[in-house]
T-cell receptor, first 115, second 114 residues
Framework: EPEVTQTPSHQVTQMGQEVILRCVPISNHLYFYWYRQILGQKVEFLVSFYNNEISEKSEIFDDQFSVERPDGSNFTLKIRSTKLEDSAMYFC?????????????FGPGTRLTVT | RKEVEQDPGPFNVPEGATVAFNCTYSNSASQSFFWYRQDCRKEPKLLMSVYSSGNEDGRFTAQLNRASQYISLLIRDSKLSDSATYLCVVNKALETGTASKLTFGTGTRLQVTL
């Protein structure tokens, strides 16, 4: 069964450093998402991406964040200058472009720890 | 008012029990509804979509009441392996064909014991 994959599983970085989180969505999916979950809190939407551009972004997704689909398979989230409060699990998700289902499938996540 | 509201629990039930979770959502324009399951420090996994007519998948039954903006999940004959956090999730599509985001509740924790 196809799966969303994410690397690395755990990233430790110092405050102010840049990080890039990588995702490989399910191959025939057309819509891509990043969510984050701070420990003990709910899953929060960050950004959605379709047709090579951002479709929607949340208030959390400020100028420090950017997304890219550099080739036909990878989907990346870059945090330019990390802050302590960026420590969280970051989940990538994707969904098909056909049909009316809005079901999204999540990757295993990257645990980001900012020290 | 929270966009998606759930009782955080925990619900502690013995194996074999029937347990019900409820959820309310505030945005009447919400179009799609889901229950996801999340194990500790893992990703949300889709359990089932929720349809207006109600739907069943094995031991799991989901109901939707659009008028009351209320969603429920019933688990029958609960197993130890059902222990997890159950996330109520809604979606409001912007327009047909747009990316549309999911809005999550905080989740209800279930612990099934021997």
């Amino acid at each position: 069964e196809p799966e969303v994959t994410q690397t690395p599983s755990h990233q430790v970085t110092q405050m102010g450093q840049e990080v890039i989180l990588r995702c490989v969505p399910i191959s025939n999916h057309l819509y891509f998402y990043w969510y984050r979950q701070i420990l003990g809190q709910k899953v929060e939407f960050l950004v959605s991406f379709y047709n090579n551009e951002i479709s929607e972004k949340s208030e959390i997704f400020d100028d420090q964040f950017s997304v890219e689909r550099p080739d036909g398979s990878n989907f990346t989230l870059k945090i330019r200058s990390t802050k302590l409060e960026d420590s969280a699990m970051y989940f990538c998700a994707s969904r098909p472009g056909t049909g009316v289902s809005y079901e999204q499938y999540f990757g295993p996540g990257t645990r980001l720890t900012v020290t | 008012r929270k966009e998606v509201e759930q009782d955080p629990g925990p619900f502690n039930v013995p194996e074999g029990a029937t347990v019900a979770f409820n959820c309310t959502y505030s945005n009447s324009a919400s179009q799609s509804f889901f229950w996801y399951r999340q194990d500790c420090r893992k990703e949300p996994k889709l359990l089932m979509s929720v349809y207006s007519s109600g739907n069943e998948d094995g031991r799991f039954t989901a109901q939707l009441n659009r008028a009351s903006q209320y969603i429920s999940l019933l688990i029958r004959d609960s197993k130890l392996s059902d222990s997890a956090t159950y996330l109520c999730v809604v979606n409001k599509a912007l327009e047909t064909g747009t990316a549309s985001k999911l809005t999550f509740g905080t989740g209800t924790r279930l612990q099934v014991t021997l």
